[in-house]
C-alpha cells in the first residue's frame, strides 16, 4: 500500500551494527506497528504503538527498540544487530475511529541481513 | 492465545482452475484479514471480513464467526495469483490488536 512507507526497503549489516528501519504513513492512522516475518513463517509482533506517547513491547521485543516521532512516523532500531534478526521487517497501520477500526493496512517491507 | 491454522499448506492449480482455501481459528475475533504475499514479499490486503462475505473480482470470502472459520474462493485461477495467502485474527478482548497469522496456503497456478 503506497499509503505506508518503509526506508529502506533491502538492507545488509553486520554483527554488532546499530541500524534503523524507518515507516512513514498518510493515511492518519493512529495506530501502528512493527512485525516480523522469518522464513515460511507468518508474521509476528514486536512494537506497537496506539499514540505518539503510547508504546507497547509485542511478544517479540528482545533486542529492539521502537520511537514514535511523530503521529506519520515510527521507526524500529535494532541496537546490536545479530543474524537470528535476519528477517522480513513489515511496519502497519489502522485506524481506531474508522467503522472497520481493526483493520490493519501494511508497508511494502524491509528486507534486513546480518552478516 | 488465539490459534489460527490454514489449509491446505499447499496448493498446485492450473491456469483457470477454482480453488478454496480454509482458515480455522480457536477464539472469537473481531479482525479477520486475508492477504496474499507475491513473491517480492510485498502483503496485499484481499479482504477484511470478522464476518459475512465479500466479493472482489475473482476473489470472495466467507466467514462464519460462530463456527470459526473462513473460507477464500479464488476463481478462474491467473499465473499471477501464485504465493502465499495468509489468513490473520485479532481476538476479542484482546488489548494490542496484534494480528495473529496463519501459516498460510502456498499457492501456485501453472499455465
Known amino acids: 500500500d503506497a499509503d505506508v512507507t518503509q526506508t529502506p526497503r533491502n538492507r545488509i549489516t553486520k554483527t554488532g551494527k546499530r541500524i534503523m528501519l524507518e515507516c512513514s504513513q498518510t493515511?492518519?492512522?493512529?495506530?501502528m506497528y512493527w512485525y516480523r516475518q522469518d522464513p515460511g513463517l507468518g508474521l509476528r509482533l514486536i512494537y506497537y504503538?496506539?499514540?505518539?506517547?503510547?508504546?507497547n513491547k509485542g511478544e517479540i521485543s528482545d533486542g529492539y527498540s521502537v520511537s514514535r516521532q511523530a503521529q506519520a512516523k515510527f521507526s524500529l532500531s535494532l541496537e546490536s544487530a545479530i543474524p537470528n534478526q535476519t528477517a522480513l521487517y513489515f511496519c502497519?497501520?489502522?485506524?481506531?475511529?474508522?467503522?472497520?477500526?481493526?483493520?490493519?493496512?501494511f508497508g511494502p517491507g524491509t528486507r534486513l541481513t546480518v552478516t | 492465545g488465539i490459534q489460527v491454522e490454514q489449509s491446505p499448506p499447499d496448493l498446485i492449480l492450473q491456469e483457470g482452475a477454482n480453488s478454496t482455501l480454509r482458515c480455522n481459528f480457536s477464539?472469537?475475533?473481531?479482525?479477520l484479514q486475508w492477504f496474499h504475499q507475491n513473491p517480492w514479499g510485498q502483503l496485499i490486503n484481499l479482504f477484511y471480513?470478522?464476518?459475512g462475505t465479500k466479493q472482489n473480482g475473482r476473489l470472495s470470502a466467507t466467514t462464519v464467526a460462530t463456527e470459526r472459520y473462513s473460507l477464500l474462493y479464488i476463481s478462474s485461477s491467473q499465473t499471477t495469483d501464485s504465493g502465499v495467502y495468509f489468513c490473520?485474527?485479532?481476538?476479542?478482548?484482546?488489548?494490542?490488536?496484534?494480528?495473529?497469522f496463519g501459516t498460510g496456503t502456498l499457492l501456485a497456478v501453472q499455465p
Open positions: 471480513i470478522p464476518s
Open positions: 477464539d472469537s475475533v473481531n479482525n
Open positions: 493515511k492518519g492512522h493512529d495506530r
Open positions: 504503538s496506539f499514540d505518539v506517547k503510547d508504546i
Open positions: 490473520a485474527v485479532s481476538g476479542r478482548g484482546g488489548a494490542t490488536n496484534k494480528l495473529i
Open positions: 502497519a497501520t489502522s485506524d481506531s475511529t474508522g467503522t472497520a477500526s481493526y483493520e490493519q493496512y
